[in-house]
């Protein structure tokens, strides 16, 4: 009993932490950013699309190319979007199509 107990408390506190799952990861991110808090947005949509989340990859390359929530950069910003074109992310399949930088 007292295993079970402690199995129990061990589960409530672990997701207590927080969620790790991409998905969960990507739609705090997506809620930080309609909230306009990009600091936060950047971090969720980080750690989503190191996940492999392409959604969280496309949104993390749009922050990485607007400044919003990090240093602009073009380079990270294209390489984000690239990784999400990839796995077949309309948005930015777009995106890229619109910098020149579309799928060949």
Do not use: H, W
């Not at 997506?30 to 190191?50: C, V």
């Not at 602009?72 to 930088?101: W, Y």
């Amino acid at each position: 009993m007292f295993v079970l107990l402690l199995c129990v408390l061990l589960l409530t506190c672990m997701s207590a932490v927080g969620e790790t799952d991409p998905q969960s990861l990507y739609d705090q991110g997506k809620e930080a950013y309609e909230q306009e808090d990009d600091a936060a947005a950047y971090e969720s949509f980080l750690s989503a699309a190191e996940g492999g989340l392409a959604q969280a990859q496309q949104m993390l390359g749009e922050l990485y190319f607007n400044d919003n929530g990090t240093a602009q950069s073009l380079e990270k910003a294209a390489e984000c979007l690239r990784l999400a074109a990839d796995q077949g992310n309309p948005d930015a399949q777009i995106v890229l199509e619109e910098l020149g930088l579309g799928i060949e």
